[in-house]
């Protein structure tokens, strides 16, 4: 169970946190808001998911802009992602000039498939 604590939280050690899970709170906190002020009362699984982001509450949110300024973009969209559906890209990810979209069949969230096929298109 420590184990999977450790991973959990993306501990290493004693009383030390991944940078990485540091660098995940300077993304997500600017933009994942607005934040509570205080954790929300209970356990299982919504209170556990949502201590992940503790060091985000009361924090204030920058608007997220997600118009993209490159002349040429390309995004891969995973239409059987589990975890995030292809098509909230499609419908709140803008760009000033062409955008791309290469559709991806894995049932995957972290499938590297048409990856080549975007750099080729934006190139």
Known sequence: MAEISDSF???YGISSISPGY????????PAGGPWPQNLPEGQ????????VHAPCYGT???PVDPVLGAEK???????????????LAEE????????????????SHSSVEG?????????
């Open 73 to 87: 973009a390309c995004a891969v969209l995973g239409d059987n992602d589990p975890i995030a559906a292809g098509r």
């Open 92 to 107: 709140y990810l803008t760009t000033s000039g062409t955008m791309h979209w290469v559709h991806s069949t894995e049932v």
């Open 60 to 62: 204030q949110s920058d």
């Open 44 to 51: 299982g699984h919504a209170f556990v998911l949502s201590s």
């Open 115 to 123: 990856t080549d096929e975007c750099l080729e298109l934006v190139l």
């Open 9 to 11: 939280w993306m501990r």
């Open 22 to 29: 540091l660098a995940y709170l300077a993304e997500a906190c």
